[in-house]
């Protein structure tokens, strides 16, 4: 490990970038306080709710930080219009449309209001804590490998060879100084 560590220097600075990721990840997933800004917003919500699906606008809401307002997080999915769709009637959103019938719905409008919504209106507290809590237990999204710091290092292009059988021996030399097996 601390050869092929020593020979390879943007291994070091990859590594503590994969760290500096995981952590900020694990710091979303658990909301703690308000989103910083609109792009800590969308990525609470990529992160929280299942992408490529038809979901009601509540359920957006109740994956972000307390006290986030309708107005703040229309605004912020608005920014983002490859990311977040919405139908034409503004009742259902999509994240991260794919193959879905989202492809087609259109980018979500900063100017409109979902059905039913105040735009200064946020959930209760209370309310919250509970949808937060259906909700990630019905829809908890895929892929949580990616929180890996270890996986997502080795996963870089050029730290191992894809498809490839490799010794378990030389896969852990690549690893960071100090990862046991």
């Known amino acids: 490990q601390e050869e092929y560590w020593a020979q390879n220097k943007s291994a070091a600075a990859d590594w503590k970038r994969a760290q500096a990721e995981a952590e900020r990840r694990r710091a979303a997933k658990e909301g703690g306080g308000e989103a910083k800004s609109s792009r800590d917003l969308c990525a609470v919500v990529k992160m929280r709710c299942p992408a490529d699906q038809p979901l009601q606008f509540e359920r957006l809401l ?5 006290k986030t307002t309708v107005k703040q997080l229309v605004q912020a999915m608005a920014k983002e ?5 919405q139908n034409f009637d503004g009742s259902e959103f999509c994240v991260r449309p794919v193959n879905s019938r989202c492809t087609d719905w259109l980018p979500v ?12 209106a946020s959930l209760p507290e209370s309310m919250l804590n509970v949808a937060k809590q259906i909700f990630e237990e019905r829809l908890r999204p895929q892929g949580q490998a990616a929180e890996d710091p270890l996986a ?14 490799m010794p378990f021996a030389d896969l852990l030399s690549r690893c960071p100084p100090g990862t046991k097996p």
């Open 152 to 165: 997502q290092f080795l996963a870089q292009p050029g730290r191992v060879p894809p498809d490839s059988p």
């Open 109 to 120: 409008q900063s100017t409109t209001t979902p059905p039913g919504f105040r735009d200064d």
């Open 81 to 85: 219009p490859q990311e977040f769709r």
């Open 62 to 66: 109740a994956v972000c930080p307390a």
